[in-house]
């Protein structure tokens, strides 16, 4: 079991920056490739980026490629969003996820219905 805490949303002005911060709970944060989804109001849930368990692979939506990076750091249990260059339509709920991997492996799931575990989200709103 993995519990997920998401922290670091807010309001920010577009052309912005804000880093979202994901603590997981657990002895075993390193067995788990790390994502991030986003939701805004009226759409489905969607990818944003995506790390191996490794941090050797990292996958992103072609909406935040170049502003966006994931990053974890296994001793803190953590994973990262560093967004730049933010738009308002970068406004949504972000969720950080879990999905659990026996092996390591060169490719990240962008599909939400592949992660194990989710946090109960940041609210990331970007004005105009």
């Keep these: 079991q ?4 998401e922290s670091g949303g807010g309001l920010v ?4 920056s804000l880093r979202l911060s994901c603590a997981a709970s657990g ?7 790390m994502g991030w989804f986003r939701q805004a109001p009226g759409k489905e849930r969607e ?6 368990r490794s941090t050797m692979t990292t996958r992103y939506a072609d909406s935040v490629k170049g502003r966006v990076t994931i990053s974890r750091d296994n001793a803190k249990n ?3 969003l560093q967004m730049n260059s933010l738009k308002p339509e970068d406004t949504a709920i972000y969720y ?4 659990y991997r ?4 060169n490719d990240v799931s962008a599909a939400p219905s592949e ?3 989710w946090g109960q989200g940041t609210q990331v709103t970007v004005s105009s």
């Design 2 to 5: 993995v519990q997920l805490v």
């Design 47 to 52: 990818f944003v980026a995506a790390i191996s």
């Design 96 to 99: 950080c996820s879990a999905k």
């Design 102 to 105: 026996i092996y390591y492996s």
């Design 27 to 33: 002895r075993t944060f390193s067995s788990y490739d």
């Design 115 to 117: 992660y194990d575990y």
């Design 13 to 16: 002005q577009a052309g912005g």
């Design 78 to 80: 953590t994973v990262y």
